[in-house]
């Protein structure tokens, strides 16, 4: 069985998994030569020792892999070491600083800018061979999800190999909705357009917003069963990626082309020339499903944490990633539920002349530290698993998303609804936001937003001007510090 994972850093919450134990607890970026001094790496009897640090898989996972690679290099040890994902990035920067760190170090999408001064990049035609050249970004560019060469290049070189691709989808307790459809069918007059909203799920917000009246339900003041988690920052998790996600499908720019100001809380204008406000029109809805003055309103901060609450059947729908439908069973066998992709603005994704879904991604990087004096060995491992079949290899052994570019996307929303594995077309169309060099302030920033106007300390705008604020003086103070 494998190892439980748990997302941290920059938008990557831990939420109910902390109730969840563990199972099985050559240049830089400058182009110029890295350090290769590092810890001792032979063992007793004599193999060269090649460390890998990470925090989400078991040892199991690379089995197979490792196998085979040491088959082929009787002279090298390959060691996977688990690493406990809390004190993961402290007990690595430690490490590093130290030189006694890994040869190989995991790190998510959040961590690669933030980090990019201690690994090295991706060696020229890394995907190539001597007689056949290929260019890195090019390869990048063909294979992988767009994801990889919008995040993961940085002074024209790769910085990371991505692992494999996570977005967000949406969760639908299958017991919740026979439990509300069944209600629906003994009233009087049946609502058919909710019967056939249960029936197929919703593709849109507007669809999910037509559900909340049918299946919220409220008693003496207190909600007794939600139809969604939404709205609240505290007991919801991957709340700041769930709010980002909107304000990208409603083309929000998030930050400045050179990464020095925050402009979610701005204006933008149309084509038509009109003026809006897309980031506070979309924090807006979010805020929506826990205001008790809208019609939205479905739940609050009294509720328990989205994953428990979804568990026990008391939130018909949650957002949330491909990992925690594969921990469902461990934590309740007995849990009926099924997985839609992530609802898109009607009219803004779906419009008469193209389809561009967009969808939220989060995802785990192999890269090669500075200190490593093993960075040859390190890369000949990597280049091992990329092109032996390890990716495919991991992919099944972890059942997550390989990082390649699929083919088969859904070319409309009612396809998208209907199509079984959204984790693998989302990743097509999967974004993210620069979390700046220091992902967790980022974060709490977005967070704090959202529970400054809940708590009614300020409104809407205001605390996206704050927020914007905070978040434009960590891009500025990190990226003018490097």
């Known amino acids: 069985m494998n190892k439980l994972w748990l997302f941290i850093g920059g938008g990557l919450g831990i939420g109910l998994l902390v109730m969840v134990i563990v199972l099985a607890t050559q240049s830089n970026k400058n182009g110029t030569t890295a350090s290769t001094t590092g810890a001792s790496n032979v063992d007793e009897s004599g193999k060269t020792i090649l460390t890998?640090?990470?925090?989400?898989?078991?040892?199991?996972?690379?089995?197979?892999?490792?196998?085979?690679?040491?088959?082929?290099?009787?002279?090298?040890?390959?060691?996977?070491?688990?690493?406990?994902?809390k004190t993961y990035e402290r007990e690595s920067t430690n490490a590093l600083s130290a030189q006694t760190g890994p040869d190989i170090w995991v790190i998510p999408n959040t961590w690669v800018p933030r980090h990019n001064d201690k690994v090295v990049a991706v060696p020229d035609n890394f995907f190539g061979t001597e007689k056949d050249q290929v260019s890195n970004l090019d390869y990048a560019k063909e294979k992988f999800v767009p994801i990889v060469s919008n995040e993961l290049v940085a002074n024209n070189q790769l910085q990371a190999l991505p692992m494999f691709i996570d977005t967000l989808a949406l969760y639908i307790n299958k017991t919740v909705f026979k439990e509300v459809e069944s209600e629906i069918g003994q009233t009087e007059q049946p609502d058919e357009e909710a019967l056939n909203l249960i029936s197929t799920g919703p593709a849109t917000w507007n669809d999910l917003v037509k559900l909340v009246k049918a299946i919220t339900k409220v008693e003496n003041g207190e909600i007794t069963r939600s139809a969604i988690a939404l709205g609240e920052s505290t007991n919801i998790s991957h709340s700041d990626d769930i709010l980002m996600a909107m304000m990208l499908q409603n083309k929000t720019q998030i930050i400045s082309p050179d990464y020095q100001t925050a402009t979610?809380?701005?204006?933008?204008?149309?084509?038509?020339?009109?003026?809006?406000?897309?980031?506070?029109?979309?924090?807006?809805?979010?805020?929506?499903?826990?205001?008790?003055?809208?019609?939205?309103?479905?739940?609050?901060?009294?509720?328990?944490?989205?994953?428990?609450?979804?568990?026990?059947?008391?939130?018909?729908?949650?957002?949330?990633?491909?990992?925690?439908?594969?921990?469902?069973?461990?934590?309740?066998?007995?849990?009926?539920?099924?997985?839609?992709?992530?609802?898109?603005?009607?009219?803004?994704?779906?419009?008469?002349?193209?389809?561009?879904?967009?969808?939220?991604?989060?995802?785990?990087?192999?890269?090669?530290?500075?200190?490593?004096?093993?960075?040859?060995?390190?890369?000949?491992?990597?280049?091992?698993?990329?092109?032996?079949?390890?990716?495919?290899?991991?992919?099944?052994?972890?059942?997550?998303?390989?990082?390649?570019?699929?083919?088969?996307?859904?070319?409309?929303?009612?396809?998208?609804?209907?199509?079984?594995?959204?984790?693998?077309?989302?990743?097509?169309?999967?974004?993210?936001?620069?979390?700046?060099?220091?992902?967790?302030?980022?974060?709490?920033?977005?967070?704090?937003?959202?529970?400054?106007?809940?708590?009614?300390?300020?409104d809407s705008q205001k605390a996206l001007d704050t927020g914007a604020k905070l978040v434009t003086d960590i891009l500025r103070e990190t990226e003018n510090a490097n």
């Open 264 to 458: 979610f809380n701005l204006p933008q204008t149309k084509n038509s020339g009109e003026s809006y406000l897309p980031g506070k029109n979309a924090f807006d809805f979010y805020l929506s499903f826990s205001n008790p003055q809208t019609e939205n309103y479905t739940w609050n901060e009294k509720m328990a944490n989205s994953q428990r609450a979804f568990i026990d059947g008391q939130v018909a729908m949650i957002v949330d990633y491909q990992y925690f439908g594969q921990i469902i069973p461990q934590i309740d066998p007995n849990v009926s539920f099924k997985v839609m992709a992530l609802p898109q603005i009607q009219g803004v994704s779906d419009n008469e002349t193209e389809f561009k879904p967009v969808d939220f991604a989060s995802y785990y990087n192999y890269t090669v530290p500075s200190t490593s004096s093993n960075q040859e060995l390190a890369w000949n491992f990597l280049k091992y698993l990329y092109s032996s079949g390890g990716i495919d290899s991991y992919a099944s052994a972890t059942s997550r998303t390989k990082p390649y570019i699929f083919d088969d996307i859904p070319q409309s929303l009612k396809d998208r609804s209907e199509r079984n594995q959204p984790f693998r077309f989302q990743a097509m169309s999967a974004e993210s936001w620069y979390h700046s060099k220091e992902p967790n302030d980022a974060v709490k920033t977005i967070r704090n937003m959202i529970n400054d106007v809940n708590t009614g300390k300020v």
């Open 52 to 85: 890998l640090w990470q925090p989400i898989d078991n040892e199991d996972v690379y089995k197979d892999i490792v196998e085979n690679f040491e088959s082929e290099n009787p002279d090298v040890k390959v060691n996977i070491e688990i690493k406990d994902l």
